[in-house]
């Protein structure tokens, strides 16, 4: 195989993504006489949290959509909480709400999402969501990162289509959630799918069998050049801070996958920082797109 594999841009994906979705929005407000709307929710102050809801919020402004940005005290009760999520699902100008995730303690997460109505679930996090991507029904929402990875797929013209995709982690939020959407019948699907976790079996030969390996473990330079086929897509979900006291920060932003000794090994690679994660951004606002079309 050739040393200089097709690096995926997934920033100049992402702002291709986000121009396409301004128009479509500027079409459709001067349709319906308002703007797309997103609610945003912040409970607490994590500062990588802090930072994507600021960029969530800066986004919707570029794009001309309607955001509504409630930043809350860790110290909000539950009930509060759900309060104000029932005062979101009842506006009629916003079409997609997002709570960010993790919330503090003692905050109960999953009573949160089933508080959601369903139809401005943009993060796809609802089981009335999660439902419609394992049964194959269009109208649902799914979750923004696996749509991010499946369009960069085929944007680097990756066959996915009868393709072994193997994908490292089973998270509901990634891993779970592309492998119902690789599997599905159709296009830019119709993969065969192995999820991996921890408690799998001689990962370095599973991998080896993958056409398209997916990283969505969470530890730092997990995927060495043994996990890698020539020839193979990669695809790198993780973001993982490792010190590093040459940087200013003390740190550096790091993959899942040990991207110099494996990136000679492949046909196509996303980089981190620059591959998959600007492309959550881009979904999102798709998404919010689709709940506003899809509204009565
Ligand atoms: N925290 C990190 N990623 C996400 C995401 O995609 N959605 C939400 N709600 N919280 C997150």
Redesign the pocket.
């Known amino acids: 195989m050739s040393a200089s594999p097709l690096i995926i841009d997934g920033r100049a994906v992402s702002a291709r993504i986000l121009s396409e979705c301004k128009t479509r929005a500027a079409r459709l407000a001067a349709e319906r006489g308002r703007p797309p709307g997103l609610a945003v929710v912040l409970v607490g102050d994590d500062p990588a949290?802090r930072a994507?809801v600021r960029s969530k919020d800066r986004t919707c402004r570029e794009l001309g959509f309607h955001s509504v940005k409630h930043e809350l005290p860790a110290t909000i009760s539950q009930t509060e909480l759900l309060d104000i999520v029932a005062r979101l699902n009842a506006d009629p100008q916003v079409d997609g709400i997002?709570?960010?995730?993790?919330l503090p303690k003692p905050l109960d997460e999953s009573a949160v999402v089933h508080a959601i109505d369903p139809t401005k679930d943009v993060?796809g996090?609802h089981p009335v969501n999660v439902a419609k991507l394992a049964l194959g029904d269009e109208s649902g929402f799914v979750?923004?990162?696996p749509l991010g990875c499946q369009r960069l797929l085929v944007e680097s013209g990756t066959p996915i289509s009868g393709a072994h995709v193997v994908v490292l982690g089973r998270s509901l939020?990634v891993g779970k959630s592309l492998a119902l959407l690789l599997m599905q019948k159709g296009a830019a699907a119709d993969a065969t799918v192995t999820v991996a976790h921890s408690r799998s079996r001689d990962l370095p030969a599973l991998c080896r069998s993958a056409d398209i390996v997916v990283a969505a473990i969470g530890r730092a330079h997990f995927v060495r050049a043994e996990h890698v086929r020539e020839g193979a897509t990669v695809i790198d979900v993780g973001i993982n801070r490792i010190d590093d006291p040459a940087d200013p920060r003390g740190y550096r932003l790091v993959g899942d996958v040990a991207y110099d000794e494996v990136a000679p090994r492949c046909r196509a690679i996303t980089p981190v920082p620059g591959g998959v994660g600007p492309m959550?951004i881009a979904m999102?606002m798709s998404n919010t797109l689709k709940a506003f079309e899809q509204r009565p």
């Open positions: 949290s994507y997002l709570v960010q995730s993790p993060d996090f979750p923004c990162t939020i959550t999102l």
